[in-house]
DNA sequence: AACTCAACTGCCGGTAATCT
DNA sequence: AGATTACCGGCAGTTGAGTT
């Protein structure tokens, strides 16, 4: 545990106790736990504890994930990792290609997000024991959730906890998203009140309210990714003021690596809902090209 | 006064254990 | 055997703290 919050992953305890159960059974509940012995649990110990560290360094290296934060559940480590321990760690560029697609989609429509959490960790633990590849668990998406593309009729009503915006952010930085002021490139791991990243509202919430409700204010077509001096400046404004003194300064390009329309007809609290639906199907666009691309091999 | 964020609380949707 | 209950991770609304 203290060298995965070393790496930058701090778990729970009991996140790491499943892992090794995963290992030691090839499935993740506990009922079985009083009739392993100590031998296995050892040896699936070090199994688990290896697991772990490729799960880290696969999502650190080949996925730019280099937070927990990112992650719509920390149960996907266990299948990452166990997934590389049914290859041997002997991963083809195909292999890894298609482990960083799943791993995304998975994490993206919240695979392990919407109760039972531990019944479809077993699926994939079981599709992935079973030598089924990594074929297979994209198959378990393709079965949960119908198509693995996103629609931007999924993204109404998410709000910053949503694992669609976790990947907004993946999306965004890995197309160079920066500060708007400071220029500086957004990360979660920014030192100091300046540059600490903050969920900015694009249109303010005090210039909302009274005319919306909180989860349509709240809604992540109104979020965007900016250091916390620079959103603390912008204040209550509305956006067809501060817009235009953003671009006489930097340019659209703040905006377009956010998805951001800029059209002064949808900056008006009367144009709100189409400024959302416009910025959806953006957004939707986006994500949909990076997942795609992280599916090539690179 | 405006913002974000963390903590708290109740709910959801399944399985598994327990009760009748 | 069938019904009920406990459990659990994650989600979302609320509230108060902290910052500028």
């Known amino acids: 545990q203290e060298e995965c919050t070393e790496a930058g992953f701090d778990l729970e305890l009991g996140i790491h106790v499943k892992n090794l159960i995963s290992f030691v059974t090839g499935q993740s509940r506990f009922k079985t736990v009083g009739r392993l012995t100590i031998e296995q649990l050892q040896k699936g110990w070090d199994e688990c504890k290896d697991g772990m560290r490729f799960a880290i360094n696969f999502l650190k290296s080949n996925v730019r994930i280099d937070s927990p934060a990112l992650l719509s559940s920390p149960f996907l480590m266990i299948s990452l990792g166990y997934a590389g321990h049914q290859l041997g760690y002997k991963l083809s560029p195909q292999h890894a290609a298609d482990l960083r697609y799943?791993?995304?989609?998975?994490?993206?429509?919240?695979?392990?997000?919407?109760?039972?959490?531990?019944?479809?960790?077993?699926?994939?633990?079981?599709?992935?024991?079973?030598?089924?590849?990594?074929?297979?668990?994209?198959?378990?998406?393709?079965?949960?959730?119908?198509k693995l593309e996103i629609e931007p009729g999924e993204l109404e009503g998410r709000n910053?906890?949503?694992?669609?915006?976790?990947?907004?952010?993946?999306?965004?930085?890995?197309?160079?998203?920066?500060?708007?002021?400071?220029?500086?490139?957004?990360?979660?791991?920014?030192?100091?009140?300046?540059h600490h990243l903050q969920f900015h509202h694009i249109f303010p919430r005090a210039i909302l309210k009274g005319h919306f409700r909180p989860v349509v204010i709240n809604d992540i077509a109104n979020l965007s990714f900016i250091g916390g001096k620079t959103n603390r400046s912008i204040s209550s404004k509305s956006p067809h003021i501060y817009f235009s003194q953003i671009i006489d300064k930097?340019?659209?390009?703040?905006?377009i690596s956010q998805c951001i329309p800029t059209a002064t007809e949808l900056l008006t609290v009367e144009a709100y809902t189409q400024f959302l639906a416009e910025r959806r199907n953006l957004i939707a666009e986006r994500l949909n090209n990076f997942l795609e691309d992280s599916r090539k091999i690179n």
Do not use: C
Not at 105 to 126: I, M, P, W
Not at 250 to 255: D, L, S, T
């Open 160 to 194: 910053a906890r949503s694992a669609y915006f976790k990947t907004m952010f993946l999306a965004f930085s890995q197309d160079g998203a920066k500060d708007w002021v400071s220029n500086l490139a957004i990360s979660l791991s920014h030192k100091g009140k300046q």
């Open 250 to 255: 930097q340019g659209e390009k703040p905006f």
């Open 102 to 146: 799943w791993l995304l989609v998975a994490n993206t429509k919240g695979r392990y997000s919407r109760g039972s959490s531990e019944t479809l960790l077993d699926q994939d633990l079981n599709r992935l024991r079973n030598d089924n590849g990594i074929e297979a668990i994209i198959e378990t998406l393709r079965l949960q959730f119908g």
